[in-house]
Antibody
Framework: EVRLVESGGGLVQPGGSLRLSCAAS????????MNWVRQAPGKGLEWVSY????????YYADSVKGRFTISRDNARNSLYLQINSLRAEDTAVYYC?????????????WGQGTLVTVSS | QLTQSPSSLSASVGDRVTITCRAS??????LAWYQQKPGRAPNLLIY???TLQSGVPSRFRGSGSGTDFTLTISSLQPEDFATYYC??????????FGQGTKLEIK
């Protein structure tokens, strides 16, 4: 069974930083591209970032480019998101999501999310 | 850009409901649907417009192509009351989601 467990969220002041982690199990992590998706309180889903299985290709949403850094450690079956220069609008639940092998590569497995709250 | 309608919907158990997702440009059949219950992560229901993810009941049906897509639930069950999101996969991997449709019990 695929399992994704996020951690590292919390309350941080504007301008601060956090490092989110996602521990993967139940599948061969090193073979799959991974994503971060966030959801502000009471709002919809926003894709944040993508990384290929070997970290050779990375993409970011314009809203986080230059402030967020995605990375992974295949030896540790872990995905990371370093988030810097945090703003109030970054307050959200952050989900890690596995890309499927289905047509169009939808996100076929999600973690339970970790809440990041940016407030003074 | 994806526009879902309606943004909310009230229905009763046993009803047939339809949710629409419109893309701002032709995305062929590269559309997925997710279900999200309160406090839970989204769950993939349908991909490639009409293919049910493993384990998804057959009362869910997706259709459409190009710019206009629909999710139909043929006979609502109590566990179907949730928020539904469409997602375009045409601009992979820079995914875009619709704003969501909240399905509530009447």
């Amino acid at each position: 069974e695929v399992r994704l467990v996020e951690s590292g969220g919390g309350l941080v002041q504007p301008g601060g930083s956090l490092r989110l982690s996602c521990a993967a199990s139940g599948f061969t992590f090193s073979r799959y591209s991974m994503n971060w998706v966030r959801q502000a309180p009471g709002k919809g889903l926003e894709w944040v970032s993508y990384i290929t299985s070997s970290s050779t290709t990375i993409y970011y949403a314009d809203s986080v480019k230059g402030r967020f850094t995605i990375s992974r450690d295949n030896a540790r079956n872990s995905l990371y998101l370093q988030i810097n220069s945090l703003r109030a609008e970054d307050t959200a639940v952050y989900y890690c999501a596995k890309e499927g092998t289905l047509v169009g590569a939808p996100l076929d497995s999600w973690g339970q999310g970790t809440l990041v709250t940016v407030s003074s | 850009q994806l526009t879902q309608s309606p943004s909310s919907l009230s229905a009763s158990v046993g009803d047939r409901v339809t949710i629409t997702c419109r893309a701002s440009q032709d995305i062929s059949s590269y559309l997925a649907w997710y279900q999200q219950k309160p406090g839970r992560a989204p769950n993939l229901l349908i991909y490639a417009t009409s293919t049910l993810q493993s384990g998804v009941p057959s009362r869910f049906r997706g259709s459409g192509s190009g710019t206009d897509f629909t999710l139909t639930i043929s006979s609502l069950q109590p566990e179907d009351f949730a928020t539904y999101y469409c997602q375009q996969l045409d601009s992979y991997p820079m995914y875009t989601f619709g704003q969501g449709t909240k399905l509530e019990i009447k």
